[in-house]
T-cell receptor, first 114, second 112 residues
């Protein structure tokens, strides 16, 4: 059973640029969620994808967007990067339809915007 | 959304039980309580979860009060490797999906 893998592990971008982060879900999981964790804070929910559609969204602007692919992997895209977007971005996979099922997190992508 | 309140930090002697409290007084009847921990800004690691009954696994025990307004995570024999940020989380289920609502967490320092 493979876990959740994220790429890249670290990334440096310039303000105004666009970035794409990738996530492969754990084997057998069909739902992917993305979280943003600023330094010293708990993770904040960005959005969730199920059956290749957005299935819930947190308080993040439209320049944060995502995709889920038929193999359940996912991408997080951020346009017009701002300095405050610097954070650890976490992907978590889970199995929809199973009450109380847990989430498996990846190790995250550390994004620095300069 | 239900929110959780945890003490910002706690110390525990190595080999002793670590008892981490959490208040979730606004939790709804069908919302689960999850505990995760995070070490050195790695991804959060699942520890345990529960709805109403107390739960135990190889890592920890979860004690949930009868009114479900608070819970306690118990690490029975803390080791130095248990030093981490521990998050008490409520899973919010909506028609459109679900999400984990993280609080600020408790920094647990296990000392020799």
């Amino acid at each position: 059973e493979t876990g959740v893998t994220q790429s890249p592990t670290h990334l440096i971008k310039t303000r105004g640029q666009q970035v794409t982060l990738r996530c492969s879900s754990q084997s057998g999981h069909n739902t992917v969620s993305w979280y943003q964790q600023a330094l010293g804070q708990g993770p904040q929910f960005i959005f969730q994808y199920y059956r290749e559609e957005e299935n819930g969204r947190g308080n993040f602007p439209p320049r944060f967007s995502g995709l889920q692919f038929p193999n359940y992997s996912s991408e997080l895209n951020v346009n017009a990067l701002e300095l405050d977007d610097s954070a650890l971005y976490l992907c978590a996979s889970s199995l929809a339809g199973v009450s109380g099922y847990g989430y498996t997190f990846g190790s995250g992508t550390r994004l620095t915007v300069v | 959304d239900a929110k959780t309140t945890q003490p910002p930090s706690m110390d525990c002697a190595e080999g002793r039980a670590a008892n981490l409290p959490c208040n979730h007084s606004t939790i709804s009847g069908n919302e689960y309580v999850y505990w995760y921990r995070q070490i050195h800004s790695q991804g959060p690691q699942y520890i345990i979860h529960g709805l109403k009954n107390n739960e135990t696994n190889e890592m920890a025990s979860l004690i949930i009060t009868e009114d479900r307004k608070s819970s306690t995570l118990i690490l029975p024999h803390a080791t130095l490797r248990d030093t981490a940020v521990y998050y008490c989380i409520v899973r919010v289920d909506k028609e459109y999906g679900n999400k984990l609502v993280f609080g600020a967490g408790t920094i647990l320092r296990v000392k020799s």
